[in-house]
């Protein structure tokens, strides 16, 4: 059987048009008509009068907002546990300590009352934390009303990974546009892609600016090369941003169909007892559910999540665990660490199952058929 994989490139037809386009007119460099256009694609859509600068990757946008924050040597970031590794990583670039923060129950996301805890912690050491990076895990939008608050109330710089959840909206508004600096990921796995891949979302003209010449390798307004600052190679190639643009003709029909997945999950798990499909807490949250997932309570299931794992791994069906949780990872073992145990639950329980935009009938039956094998056994 061919293999399901968990959320693989799914192509719209017309990337092509654009990639030709690059090539014809000898644009094949980090600048040009297609990362101009696929600027313009992003910031139309994601609105709020946003600025868009294109990026090698969403690791190298939250490195450069981390830099733009004002994010230094010995400083403190508060960091998001439940996330992938991208989201902390940038932070040691800048020689600054991560201290991470638990979940909470409704989102999965940061957790307002333990980020006033790592907050208050901070100042009572003379520490203010200088940074705050919240994240929307698999497309489901934070709690932003509160995070917003809290970071204005103590004056902290919010740095918004939304690297999952482009089209996912908090009260109407599109993610990415909530706080100081918005992270986008267009990776091969993420609902649309130009292979690898990211983006900036910014409040005004003046940083996006500063983002493309800190992207650009900080090169002065001078006739020779000359630098005052430090600068990276991190801006998005013409023949990358192509893709970008067929990619956005098909964002809001891809993300119809990763929301069809959840709701046929939500069918598929109705009558288990034990299983729970990750699903938005409220009708606030419009989530583009970028990965489906679960959690299992073996106590009333009689089985795990990893049993699951297992048994559709057999039939060629890939799925994964949720998240680590940074504070658990042997590379931060050593940060400090704001929270009970939400993370930790949720990963010992949770499974990401098959989501892509491109799965068929054929592949949501195999899925089916090998859950219920399992189950009736």
């Known amino acids: 059987m061919s293999k399901i994989w968990l959320s693989s490139p799914h192509m719209g037809g017309t990337e092509q048009k654009y990639v030709q386009e690059a090539f014809d007119t000898n644009w094949v460099a980090p600048l040009g008509p297609n990362v101009n256009g696929f600027e313009q694609d992003l910031a139309s859509y994601v609105e709020e009068d946003s600025k868009v600068a294109c990026l090698a990757s969403g690791t190298s946008a939250l490195h450069l907002a981390l830099i733009l924050a004002g994010v230094k040597l010995n400083d403190t970031v508060i960091c998001q546990s439940m996330t992938f590794s991208a989201s902390a990583n940038p932070i040691t670039y800048q020689g600054a300590e991560p201290i991470f923060v638990d979940s909470e129950k ?31 895990l698999y497309g489901m939008p934070a709690k932003m009303d509160e995070i917003v608050a809290i970071a204005n109330k103590y004056e902290i710089a919010l740095i918004e990974d939304a690297a999952e959840a482009l089209g996912s909206t908090y009260k109407g508004q599109k993610c990415g546009t909530f706080c100081d600096y918005g992270v986008l990921s267009f990776n091969g796995n993420k609902i649309i892609t130009t292979s690898g891949g990211g983006a900036l979302v910014c409040k005004t003209e003046e940083t996006k600016q500063k983002t493309i010449f800190l992207a650009t390798q900080a090169r002065d307004n001078a006739p020779h090369y000359q630098h005052s600052e430090i600068g990276y190679n991190y801006r998005m190639s013409n023949i990358v941003a192509g893709i970008g643009r067929g990619q956005m003709e098909v964002l809001d029909k891809h993300i119809g169909l990763r929301r069809a997945n959840n709701q046929f999950y939500k069918e598929l798990f109705k009558d288990v007892d034990g299983i729970e499909v990750f699903v938005e807490p409220t009708k606030d949250y419009f989530s583009n559910h970028w990965l489906s997932c679960i959690t299992v309570d ?13 048994k559709l791994l057999e039939d060629n069906i890939e799925t994964r665990p949720l998240w680590k949780p940074m504070h658990l990872q042997p590379v931060f073992k050593d940060c400090a660490y704001f929270g009970d145990s939400v993370a930790e639950d949720l990963f010992k329980n949770g499974l990401c199952l098959p989501s892509g935009s491109n799965l068929t009938d054929e592949d949501r039956d195999r899925i089916k058929t090998s859950f219920l094998k399992m189950i009736t056994k």
């Not at 907050?119 to 994240?135: D, F, L, M, S």
């Not at 073996?298 to 297992?310: Q, V, Y």
């Open 106 to 136: 409704e989102t999965w996301n940061l957790c307002p009352n333990h980020l006033e805890k790592a907050i208050k912690a901070g100042i009572a050491n003379n520490k203010k934390p200088k940074a705050i990076i919240i994240v929307h």
């Open 298 to 310: 073996e106590k009333k299931t009689g089985f795990s999540r990893e049993n699951i794992r297992l």
